[in-house]
Every structure is written in structure tokens, then in C-alpha cells.
């Protein structure tokens, strides 16, 4: 499995950006989805995740109601909507792609994109 992350830049407080993924490799309409980041410094953290039906979400406390995950099938692409950002968001966003319908464990995402820089200054 290939994961392509982009959409990341710098961004001030308040503003919004939103990171794509794409996925090549096998069928991505099989398989849940997942970001994560790190910050310098600091281990890999969870974001949010998506089900391979796209119906079922979840969110770290730190990214809800601002962030919100989505999947396009068609497109082979998961999606990062970041709204009311901070600058505790900055910070190196991965995608991740396990290889089941859907996990929220780090440890079973075995896909991993090459990562995507967010700065979000003050």
C-alpha cells in the first residue's frame, strides 16, 4: 500500500487547512483510515479514524470539533478538515491505513504515508 500525504503549510491561529491522502496499492474501499501526527519532541499521537464504510468516525479529545475526517472511494483519498487551528496543532501529520475495516490501536496501522508539515503560528 502507497500513501501520498499533502495539503500541509503554515497557517495562522484561527485558520484552516485541509490535508488529503491518497492510496494506491489495493482497494482502499476494504479498509478503514487514519491520521496521526507528532510534534518535535514529542511521540506519535492518534488523530482521528475512519471505517471502511466511511459511517463510523472518531476524534482524539484534542481534534473534536474542529477537525472532521472523510473518505472519497472514487478517489482513493482520505481527507483532514482542520478548522479553528493552534499552535499546540503544529506538528507532522501522517496518514496510516490498517489493514482491517477499522482500528483506533496504533499498532495496527502498518500503511504509513510520509508525512505532511502543519505550522500554525501565533
Known amino acids: 500500500v502507497q500513501l501520498q500525504a499533502s495539503g500541509g503549510g503554515l497557517v495562522q491561529a484561527g485558520g484552516s487547512l485541509r490535508l488529503s491522502c491518497a492510496a494506491s496499492?489495493?482497494?482502499?474501499?476494504?479498509?478503514?483510515m487514519g491520521w496521526f501526527r507528532q510534534a518535535p519532541g514529542k511521540e506519535r499521537e492518534f488523530v482521528s479514524a475512519?471505517?471502511?464504510?466511511?459511517?463510523?468516525?472518531f476524534y482524539a479529545d484534542s481534534a473534536k470539533g474542529r477537525f472532521t475526517i472523510s473518505r472519497d472511494d472514487a478517489k482513493n483519498t482520505v481527507y483532514l478538515q482542520m478548522n479553528g487551528l493552534k499552535p499546540e496543532d503544529t506538528a507532522v501529520y501522517y496518514c496510516?491505513?490498517?489493514?482491517?475495516?477499522?482500528?483506533?490501536?496504533?499498532?495496527?496501522?502498518?500503511?504509513w504515508g510520509q508525512g505532511t508539515q502543519v505550522t500554525v503560528s501565533s
Open positions: 496499492g489495493r482497494t482502499f474501499s476494504n479498509y478503514g
Open positions: 496510516a491505513a490498517p489493514d482491517s475495516k477499522w482500528s483506533l490501536r496504533e499498532s495496527e496501522y502498518k500503511n
Open positions: 475512519i471505517s471502511w464504510s466511511g459511517i463510523t468516525t
